[in-house]
């Protein structure tokens, strides 16, 4: 059951992150950038660092 808990903690807030947009592939692509923590800093310097 936390495994569930876990993974609805990442798609809530993915979802109120992909607010108006219709397609599913959308809101799991917010998904996999939120959940993979990914460090944008040596692409972007601007980019906001993972927390």
């Given at each position: ?38 460090d944008f800093h040596?692409?972007?310097?601007h980019a906001?660092?993972?927390?």
């Amino acid at each position: 059951m936390g495994f569930l808990e876990a993974l609805n903690g990442l798609f809530q807030p993915a979802k109120r992150r992909a607010r108006g947009f219709k397609r599913m592939s959308t809101i799991r692509t917010v998904i996999f950038l939120i959940a993979g923590k990914l460090d944008f800093h040596m692409v972007n310097p601007h980019a906001h660092q993972p927390t």
